[in-house]
């Protein structure tokens, strides 16, 4: 059997880019952009599960052979694919030799002053979203014009040059906005439902390994946890403890599948009194055991 290790972090791009081998920098603190065709021959073309401590948009032109796979899950890359990848998610991917489009990274500190909540702003960069969104004929030229745009300007130094690059990737995410929302089918003006339903998932995402109560998240929310189930209910079709439940099994197959750590140590890490605990939670949610997921993956 083969050994597992720990799933690495990669806390910036350059991090990242001296992982896979690309000489490429950002000489921008917490902003990167470049195109995929710029990636050298002797940069690496398959990357084993990783995490990292940036947000990434992949706006792909090209895909090829490539396979992408996120939080245990397979990515279909049909047409003209937008990828989002979020700090937290566990990451892996094999790309074409003749991958096209762009890569766009960039931490929450970089929009700090025009965006002081990322996710509320732009729920599409939650956690719980992982999906890649097919983008139109339309859609894909307009961000691409915006992604060569926002290039340029980070490949010629200028005064203004991150504010510049601020306000270019402000609007390029206010476009991936309407084309997430497009998909969402919800209105621009959320209802009172929507804006609980949106920040309790953001809850979920900071506190599902300290607290799996209900009433933990609806205090948070000065609302009683009967509104909070009915209201979720409502809206996404699973009960508040099911929302809780399914991030904890994401969690729970990352690590199983890509860490060493045995299932007592899981157990422990996501909070379980007993490892019997964890076993009966992840077999009654998943229809089979720890080990045999683990054997299986």
Not at 225 to 234: A, H
Request: hydrophobic residues 40%; neutral net charge; glycine residues 4%.
């Amino acid at each position: 059997m083969m050994i597992k290790t720990e799933i690495p972090v990669f806390e910036t791009s350059n991090d990242f880019h001296e992982a896979i081998g690309f000489p490429h920098r950002s000489h921008i603190p917490n902003f990167d952009v470049y195109a995929f065709e710029r990636l050298e021959p002797s940069t690496r073309r398959c990357m084993p599960p990783y995490r990292q401590g940036f947000y990434y948009i992949g706006l792909l032109s090209y895909v090829g052979e490539s396979k992408l796979n996120l939080n245990t899950d397979w990515l279909s890359l049909d047409g003209y694919p937008l990828l989002f990848v979020v700090p937290g998610q566990v990451f892996s991917w094999v790309w074409d030799a003749k991958i096209a489009g762009f890569n766009i990274m960039f931490k929450k500190e970089f929009l700090m002053h025009v965006v002081p909540n990322l996710i509320e702003d732009f729920p599409f960069l939650k956690m719980s979203e992982n999906k890649v969104l097919v983008l139109t004929k339309e859609e894909h030229e307009s961000l691409y014009f915006d992604a060569e745009r926002m290039h340029s300007v980070f490949k010629n130094p200028h005064p203004y040059q991150e504010k510049m690059l601020e306000g270019m990737l402000l609007t390029f995410l206010y476009y991936c906005k309407a084309v997430y929302e497009r998909y969402k089918t919800t209105e621009n003006h959320l209802t009172s439902a929507q804006m609980i339903t949106q920040k309790f998932e953001t809850l979920v995402d900071k506190m599902y390994v300290d607290t799996k109560n209900v009433s933990d998240y609806a205090d948070q929310l000065n609302i009683t946890p009967n509104y909070l189930t009915t209201t979720v209910k409502k809206l996404t079709g699973k009960s508040a403890k099911d929302i809780i439940q399914e991030r904890l099994l994401v969690e729970s197959k990352s690590l199983l599948k890509f860490s060493g750590l045995d299932i007592a140590e899981i157990a422990y890490r996501l909070n379980f009194q007993e490892p019997t605990h964890f076993t009966r939670f992840f077999k009654k949610l998943s229809g089979t055991t720890p080990n045999k997921f683990r054997q299986l993956n």
